[in-house]
């Protein structure tokens, strides 16, 4: 894998992560949220609450499916603050960034670095841009279907259980209200495996997205993403996610 596709696939995995992964495992039964929806509550316009006294396992377990398809079904966009922690055995020392990411559904991404470089990636329809801002260079690569359906996979508008074709999910429920939903994926087919160990999200306890996410890599790099001053559904410019005018640039073959 070249070196921009493997940034892709980082920051495209991380990214879209911000407003995915509406809580699941592997165990989880598609009717979950049918069930829930013909609850008079909901019915009556309360979202299901997964924090309710009462509730058994799978019942709470019930309960976050709903409740994340619930909050998934008012997300638009989101802007966040991040900071990002990169561990490989190719640097010397644990590399960090930090900066702001937006998100337009359903596969508009953009993350602008602040430090330690100024750069910003760009990801929208089946193209990434990276955008070198001190030289003013851009690169162009095509993700392709292969892409494009990864982005689909990880994006909101995915499917619960289709979600559960591609990882096995384990979630650890909270004991403080404070505390995140912790849910741990894991690829189940070998053509994932062999690029992706697993990752780990932790989802806010009242707004269920994630606040924190942790991206293993088969090699054993690491990427750790912590993401706070969180909005969602603020008024984003369409531009905000077209690359830039006229700079240098060229473009990279993808690996379909």
Known sequence: MNHHLRLWVTLGACALTVATFWA?????????????AADESVADGLPPDPAAEGL?????????VARTHYEQGKLRTL???FVQLKQSELLLEPEESTGMVW??????????????????????????TTWYQESNRVERLDIGRHGER????????SSLVELQRYFEIRVTFPVV????????????????????HAVNIHLHPELYIPVYLRYEEASGDQTE??????????????DRFDPPGEVAKSSIPSDR
């Open 24 to 36: 699941s495992t592997a165990v989880a039964d598609e009717s979950a949220v049918d069930e829930f």
């Open 56 to 64: 058994a396992p799978g019942e709470r377990f019930d309960a976050l």
């Open 79 to 81: 802007q966040a603050r």
């Open 103 to 128: 998100y337009r559904l359903p596969n508009q991404v953009r993350w602008d670095f602040e430090t330690p470089t100024i750069l910003s990636v760009l990801v929208k329809d089946r193209e990434m």
């Open 150 to 157: 990864f982005l689909q996979l990880l994006g909101p508008g």
């Open 177 to 196: 209200a404070a505390d995140p939903y912790r849910l741990v994926l894991a690829p189940l087919s070998s053509r994932l495996k062999k690029r992706l």
């Open 225 to 238: 993403i912590s993401f706070d001053a969180i909005q969602i559904n603020v008024e984003l410019s369409v």
